[in-house]
């Protein structure tokens, strides 16, 4: 496969996911459009690694994996966390949260 198919891809999952996160107001789904920005980026770092015939794109993508991980782990628990206070995940409603 060519370069440009895999450009493509990610182009295509950066965009939903970027259509995600700005248009849902559940925050499970923000986290998961967030994911699929992430793994978008991993196409692109793996994609020049193997293109430049290197191997830094997957040592990158897999740093980029661990901040995803990182990532979920730390919106479940702010998630978790205002379902117990508001007894929803709407986004629309954590803004009545200001301190």
């Known amino acids: 496969m060519l370069l440009n198919e895999y450009l493509l ?3 295509f999952l950066f965009c939903t996911g970027v259509y ?3 248009a849902r107001k559940n925050s499970v789904l923000v986290l998961m459009s967030i994911e699929l920005i992430l793994n978008a ?6 994609a020049f ?4 015939h290197t191997v830094a794109g997957q040592v990158f993508a897999l740093f980029v994996i661990a901040v995803a991980a990182a990532e979920v782990g730390v919106g ?9 206070n508001r007894h929803s995940i709407d986004l629309d409603k954590v803004d009545v949260m200001k301190g």
């Open 9 to 11: 891809l990610a182009a």
């Open 76 to 84: 479940l628990a702010i998630v978790l966390l205002i379902y117990r």
């Open 49 to 52: 690694g193997a293109f430049n």
């Open 20 to 22: 995600g996160a700005l």
């Open 41 to 46: 980026v991993n196409i692109n770092l793996i």
